[in-house]
């Protein structure tokens, strides 16, 4: 493994908060970086903002991209589609079980955005289309996105689109077993959110967070019905987890490898050899003290890119060959 860049997407001693990375790689080549900003997680002035890497190193300044309305803005995840435009998801909500899910395109490489439109008009199911990790292209054409609630008891959900992200269909809810349940006064805020996806020959596959102390996984022949989520052998201290598949079939799992720690750290890379049914440590990106969580990872020209949330007062960007 040889490191090409371990660097800061925001300029050093901000004050403000920022949260929940999500990248692309542009047409042109460029990563272009976003995460919602503002003076703390929740608070009316949280928007959506985006910075591009300059090609030598470094990164431009961050600039806003979604509306100063006001409403907490979360989680925006980026989509590039082959026409050669870019979808950008993000959450807008006081709290968040009332999400809406709302999205912007662009058409010039992420430089400048088409006013939000919500993605399903009307939907009160706390958010459709993906939550935090990234969509994908399937072999029919069709865009397959991972999504949860959180709603009560939390649940994951797939949505699909089959005319290029006009309009999408969700699939049932999926949560916990009912013997896991069954140890808790209420489910309130129990249970799998936020899954990450790839595909295999043996199907289509999630892993997803959990308050199990466990990732979660479940499994699909068709990308519609889905088994019961169940619990493998890695640990979760209820973080955002990211998985993304390498060219000669390893996946690389970025988490926090842990059931108990309250801070997020360590942060790590694993690697499965075997589709995700068992993971050995890789490497770790951080041990330091602190909160080191929320990854988003691609493998793309040949190289792995990784962003995350560095103590919630800047995204830090990895770029990682020879893996």
């Known amino acids: ?32 970086c976003v995460f919602f900003f503002g003076s703390k997680e929740g608070r009316d002035d949280i928007r959506i903002y985006g910075a591009f890497r300059n090609e030598g190193g470094g990164w431009e300044e ?28 993000y959450k807008i909500g006081k709290i968040i079980p009332e999400w809406k899910t709302y999205y912007r395109v662009s058409y010039d490489n992420c ?5 939000s439109r919500e993605l399903v008009p009307g939907d009160e199911c706390g958010g459709r289309g993906p939550v935090r990790n990234k969509a994908y292209y399937l072999e029919d054409g069709s865009i397959l996105a991972p999504a949860s609630s959180e709603q009560g008891e939390w649940k994951c959900f797939f949505d699909r689109s089959y005319d290029d992200g006009a309009t999408w269909e969700r699939t049932a809810d999926l949560s916990i077993s009912e013997e896991m349940k069954g140890k808790y006064d209420s489910l309130d ?3 799998i959110i936020q899954p ?4 295999s020959d043996e199907g289509y596959h999630a892993l997803m967070r959990s308050t199990e102390g466990k990732i ?23 973080c955002g987890i990211d998985v993304v598949k390498h060219p000669d079939g390893r996946l690389f799992l970025v988490c926090n490898p842990t059931d108990t720690n309250p801070k997020k750290t360590p942060l ?20 330091m003290v602190g909160n080191y969580l929320y990854p988003a990872v691609r493998f793309e020209d040949g190289k792995m890119h990784i962003t995350y949330t560095w103590n919630y007062r800047n995204v830090a960007y990895v770029c990682l060959s020879e893996l």
């Open 111 to 115: 430089r400048t955005w088409s006013d």
């Open 62 to 89: 961050p600039f806003p991209i979604s509306e100063d309305d006001g409403i907490a803005h979360w989680n925006p995840v980026l989509f590039r589609k082959k026409d050669g435009s870019f979808l950008l998801f």
């Open 1 to 32: 493994m040889k490191i090409l860049a371990n660097e800061f997407v925001l300029p050093i001693g901000q004050n403000t908060e920022c949260h929940a990375s999500h990248f692309v790689l542009t047409n042109d080549g460029r990563i272009f």
């Open 196 to 199: 990450t996806i790839w595909t």
């Open 189 to 191: 805020k129990k249970g």
């Open 268 to 287: 790590s890379i694993y690697v499965s050899e075997d589709n995700g049914k068992t993971f050995e440590l890789y490497s770790n990106l951080t041990t």
């Open 216 to 238: 979660y996984r479940t499994d699909s022949s068709d990308a519609k019905k889905w088994c019961t989520p169940y619990a493998i052998d890695m640990p979760n201290n209820n």
